[in-house]
């Protein structure tokens, strides 16, 4: 057997493990949800009663139900800035963390301890204003420079600075991977450039980031869905509010839920285009 074919087969394998649980767990739940979100759902004593509405529930959030944009424009757009912040600050650490010094292995870990604690209590409680901002983050001249912005973008902003050591938060799994990037890299490579009388910095953007492309696309991925399912994510409590109102009911919660997945699909997909070229994708 070549190579390349036994490792399609493991990368089956390790993929094949998911895919059995999405078929014995998500399937049937997702395709229900779709099929929700095409008719008005009444609870009955004992069963659900499904009255056809074609796209009035999506018809509904899109042009009808002001509070679903609102809500949907100002979390794409925090989240549009904490992503990239989340990335760069793991890239950063994660070129630090790679470098050999004594305790290397206790800063890692000082850093990947929050992902192993995370609690949705704490998540919620680090998501707390006075809790997870920095002083320096009140000063005026981030306020004019905030207040400079467009309102939306300004808000978006301000969500962030608020929540900046919650973003910080959420970089441990990031920098595993990208220091697992680091390390995959031949440290021949960097002997060689160094012969040739490359510096540190020349080493950086020549080889370590063209190196770990795949992994900062993982990361990247990894972040936009961590971010779009967090437990402090404000669509989703709109979706579980709906969800369990009388007045709206399972069709329009699950509407709101695809227009949101069809969302994420169109950021990945976006993400998925920026890459295309490092990742020599065709």
Same mark, same amino acid.
């Given at each position: 057997m070549k190579i390349e074919t036994r490792n399609k087969l493991?990368?089956?394998? @390790?993929v094949g493990l998911w #895919? =059995?649980?999405? &078929?014995? @767990?998500?399937? #049937?739940?997702?395709?229900f949800s779709l099929y929700m979100s095409f008719n008005d759902v009444t609870i009955q004593t004992d069963r659900l009663l499904f009255e056809f509405a074609g796209l009035e529930q999506y018809q509904r959030a899109l042009f009808m139900d002001a509070e679903i944009p609102n809500v949907f424009l100002l979390f794409t757009a925090s989240s549009l800035i904490v992503v990239p912040v989340i990335v760069v600050f793991a890239l950063i650490m994660a070129i630090l963390l790679n470098q050999k010094f004594p305790?290397?292995? &206790?800063?890692?870990?000082?850093f990947f301890l929050p992902v192993v604690l995370t609690s949705? %209590?704490?998540? %919620?409680?680090?998501? %707390?204003?006075? /809790?997870? +901002?920095l002083n320096f983050l009140q000063s005026a001249t981030v306020t004019n420079l905030v207040t400079a912005l467009p309102d939306t973008w300004a808000l978006a902003?301000? %969500? =962030?600075?608020?929540? #900046?050591? $919650? =973003?910080?938060?959420? +970089?441990?799994? /990031? $920098?595993?991977?990208?220091i697992a990037g680091m390390q995959s890299i031949n440290p021949s490579v960097y002997e060689a450039a160094k012969i040739d009388g490359a510096n540190d910095w020349a080493s950086l953007w020549l080889?370590?980031?063209?190196?770990?492309?795949? #992994?900062? @696309?993982i990361a990247v991925i990894y972040t936009v869905v961590d971010q779009f399912t967090a437990p402090f994510n404000p669509i989703i409590d709109v979706i579980i509010r709906h969800f369990l109102s009388p007045q709206t009911g399972y069709g329009y919660a699950s509407a709101i839920a695809w227009l949101y997945f069809g969302i994420i699909l169109l950021i990945l997909g976006f993400v998925t285009l920026i890459f295309r070229k490092p990742l020599g994708l065709k």
């Open positions: 493991v990368g089956l394998a @390790f #895919f =059995v649980g999405f &078929l014995l @767990f998500w399937a #049937f739940p997702l395709i305790g290397r292995g &206790l800063a890692r870990a000082v949705g %209590n704490l998540i %919620n409680e680090l998501t %707390n204003h006075e /809790q997870g +901002s902003v301000g %969500n =962030v600075l608020n929540s #900046f050591l $919650m =973003v910080l938060w959420y +970089s441990g799994v /990031q $920098m595993l991977l990208l080889i370590t980031l063209p190196g770990i492309a795949p #992994f900062i @696309f």
